[in-house]
């Protein structure tokens, strides 16, 4: 059975940073394209960051220069490390692994 458990959200000011983690088990990350998505209150959930087998990584336009999507094989969990943090990053941060497979989410609140 695949189980993504995220954590690591929580309440932060502008500027501040946060880090996510996502712990898989049932697959070995390595071999899945990796992605943090996230949807805020009555938008459409979207792609942040992915990292794919062989760990080229992609990035929202929104995010770049200021988050960085990583992972660590030997603990088989993905990061996002979320830097200069803005209100509207404000969401809930999905980790999906490539075949469809989701996490149960983390809320990330930015306040102003």
């Known amino acids: 059975q695949v189980q993504l458990v995220e954590s690591g959200g929580g309440l932060v000011q502008a500027g501040g940073s946060l880090r996510l983690s996502c712990a898989a088990s049932?697959?070995?990350?390595?071999?899945?394209?990796m992605g943090w998505y996230r949807q805020a209150p009555g938008k459409q959930r979207e792609l942040v960051a992915s990292?794919?087998?062989?760990?080229?990584?992609n990035y929202a336009d929104s995010v770049k220069g200021r988050f960085t999507i990583s992972r660590d094989l030997a603990k088989n969990t993905v990061y996002l490390q979320m830097n200069s943090l803005k209100p509207e990053d404000t969401a809930v941060y999905y980790c999906k692994a490539s075949g469809n497979y989701w996490g149960q989410g983390t809320q990330v609140t930015v306040s102003s």
């Open positions: 049932g697959i070995i990350t390595r071999y899945y394209t």
């Open positions: 990292i794919n087998t062989v760990s080229t990584t």
